[in-house]
């Protein structure tokens, strides 16, 4: 119900600024030296790491979870357990998921596009999205019905009234973003290779519907999967693509650009994002197009929404 939901949103909004707060310190006493835990683990691979700030984050999320609604399931990235092979790891009671520190190579490198990203499920389903990206002073927060915001007085998308329409012959004009994921198989035809080559295409040779092929106006790769649904809310990003993401990389960033009128879809391979059918997505589905709020999208763009 209504007063179940605000309860559960001022929670995650404290949790978001707590969680960060974490974060925070931990990037700090890395540049100033006095950390303690400068070690980095491998999980699947070299690229595929995480450091004992993603594992103390969670715990700290996990353990005021369990108080505050000890009924409620949890699913975290490090607490994820990787022999679980079900598609869809969430059900449909209320779930919190929880990504203690999205873009933590960025995070090992202070590359300063991390956060903490936490969602809360009903039915499957993302309501909540709250994301604290501490060291940019960027937090995000939506709860169904009530609008997404940045730094809880910014309304998004933050552009202009009324908000633009993509571009016609999209993604010519476009700002797109992918992120090349952790898949580092040595196969020259394996998945990273074939995702260069369809991220290229889609950006630079755009063909049909009477394209010329198109120019996008940048190509951006920002290393945090949360972060850029969150600034596709925003509206800084056009359209994004990733294949092979985690509930944990995409729920809270699914809740904050819905919410602010954009759209995410499962994508297998990166459809046109004009012509696509666009298909409701389920966590689980680990490809994702998301595109940013638009004004008069089906007339303008012919963005089918349904
Ligand atoms: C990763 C980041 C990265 C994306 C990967 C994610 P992590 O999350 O979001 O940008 O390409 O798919 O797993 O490991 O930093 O939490």
Sequence with gaps: DDKGLSEAYDFAVQLGKDAGKMLLDAAWSRINGTEIDTGVDQKESSVD??????????????QAVATKFPHHSFLGEETYSAGD??????????TWIVDPLDGTVNFTHL?????????????GYPVIGVINAPFMNQFFSSCKGR???????HRLPLMRSPVPPLPKDAPSGCT?????GKDRRDDPNGNLARKVHSFAT???????????????H???SLGSATLDLAYTAMGSIDIWWEGGCWEWDVA?????LEEAGGIVTTANPPPDPVTARITKVGLGDRLYLAIRPAGNAEEESGVDAQ
């Design 202 to 216: 889609m950006a630079l040779e755009r063909k049909g519907r009477g394209g010329t092929g198109g120019m996008v």
């Design 252 to 256: 809270a960033g699914i809740a904050i």
């Design 111 to 123: 590359f300063p596009m991390f956060c903490v990203s936490i969602a809360f499920c009903i039915n």
């Design 147 to 153: 609008g997404s915001w940045l730094n809880e007085s």
């Design 49 to 62: 790491i995480v450091t004992k700030t993603d594992y103390a984050v969670e715990e700290f999320i996990r």
């Design 218 to 220: 940048g190509v951006r």
């Design 176 to 180: 797109f973003a992918c992120e090349w």
């Design 85 to 94: 092979s079900r598609k869809y790891l969430v059900t449909s009671s209320p």
